[in-house]
């Protein structure tokens, strides 16, 4: 029986607050990813499209 | 009724062995987390994590060169995340003491905020993408430094050091010490005498800014079983160490002078405020008992940590007036 078959009474429901938490967590961690992105396409203007190839 | 875990099955009458574990009964709801932001933010330590930025900044401005300015932004950014992860992984792992002491009991963990386990998961991936950012954007020299200093912080002194020696934040101070040499690195992708003496300064700081702490919170360290130097040695001998470290210190800090590595303005500054380091630990060293006793310790834990910024905001200065003097003249 699939998860999504459940009577509504066995599925967990989110609280407002547990709601509200995880979409906090989630903008977040998207913000966190799109800085990390602007950076590496920051760096490929300053150091050249290069920049990851480099001597080990 | 009994755990899932401990009687899991047992005999019968009719001697066969069936379960006697109810599945339904011993599943606990799955933990929803309620954690916001603000817990997963006060996992980084930001105090600490600003003393950190500080120093590294401290580090990077004053190694020779040019940097990129989004480099160096880059490089500050990572050792202060690394930090940051240093700082979760720690609470990570003494969560099980931070509940017993006044000074941590209101961190995420111990107000159930937190999960350990989540913590662990929080740390690691910080750490991995701190490292890999700085090695991959900036230079693999800074990269593994900085991810030696994370090993050193939670492999060496929280895993190894800290709940068995009372030399713990002595060796552990290396890790403290470390992001400026990791900025120096950043900056250069190499090594000097400058960034060493800023390891040293920072490194020889330490235990005098944390045995004063640890003097007022002797009790905190005692109940949870942490062998801080007043609780295994006791007061006295503390005492004696802070004055000795201090003198050590104190005269490191003004060496670079002599040297010929900085300048007249941050030799004169280093003894000034060494003489303010050493004033308030002589009056720790008098003062045993009582409430003057506590207010020298609570003086020297304050003034340690302004001293420690004061003098690297003088390099910061001096770097900046001989940048902008050329300028102006």
Redesign the interface.
């Known amino acids: 029986m699939d998860s999504n078959d459940k009577p509504e009474g066995d599925r967990i429901v989110l609280t407002e607050a547990q709601k509200k938490r995880r979409r906090e967590r989630s903008i977040a961690i998207a913000w966190a990813l799109g800085v990390l992105v602007l950076l590496f396409f920051a760096v490929t203007f300053i150091k050249g499209p290069g920049v990851l190839v480099r001597p080990v | 009724m009994c755990a899932a875990h401990s009687c899991a099955a047992h005999p019968t009458k009719a001697g066969s062995i069936v379960s006697v574990v109810d599945q339904k009964a011993v599943e606990l709801?799955?933990r929803?987390?309620?954690?916001?932001?603000a817990d997963?933010f006060a996992l980084l330590k930001p105090r600490v994590m600003s003393l950190v930025i500080f120093t590294a900044l401290v580090g990077l401005m004053i190694a020779p060169g040019h940097v990129?300015p989004?480099?160096g932004f880059?490089a500050i950014?990572c050792i202060a995340v690394g930090a940051g992860a240093s700082g979760a992984l720690n609470m990570a792992l003494e969560g099980d003491i931070d509940v017993l002491m006044s000074r941590t009991a209101n961190r995420p963990i111990p107000r159930g905020r937190i999960t350990r386990g989540e913590a662990m998961g929080f740390g690691l991936t910080l750490s991995f993408?701190s490292v890999m950012?700085l090695g991959?954007?900036v230079n693999w020299y800074a990269g593994g430094l900085l991810a030696f200093t994370i090993f050193f912080y939670v492999v060496i002194y929280t895993m190894g050091l800290k709940r068995r020696t009372a030399q713990n934040i002595v060796i552990g101070g290396a890790a403290g010490a470390l992001p400026p040499v990791v900025a120096w690195a950043a900056a250069t992708g190499s090594l000097s005498v400058e960034p060493l003496l800023l390891f040293l300064i920072i490194f020889f700081w330490t235990p005098p800014h944390f045995w004063a702490l640890a003097l007022f919170r002797s009790d905190d360290y005692a109940r949870a079983g942490v062998p801080m130097l007043p609780v295994v040695a006791g007061p006295d001998a503390t005492r004696l160490q802070i004055l000795l470290y201090t003198i050590v210190l104190v005269a490191i800090a003004a060496a670079p002078w002599p040297l010929g590595y900085f300048d007249w303005i941050y030799g004169v500054t280093s003894l000034i405020l060494g003489a303010g380091m050493l004033v308030l630990a002589i009056e720790v060293y008098r003062h045993r008992t009582g409430s003057q006793a506590l207010r020298a310790t609570r003086r020297l834990f304050a003034f340690s940590i302004f001293y420690l910024f004061a003098l690297f905001a003088v390099l910061l200065l001096d770097v900046v007036a001989k940048a902008v003097a050329p300028l102006i003249w």
């Not at chain 2, 929803?32 to 932001?37: H, L, R, T």
């Open positions: 709801p799955p929803i987390s309620e954690a916001g932001v997963y990129h989004v480099l880059i950014l993408f950012t991959t954007l």
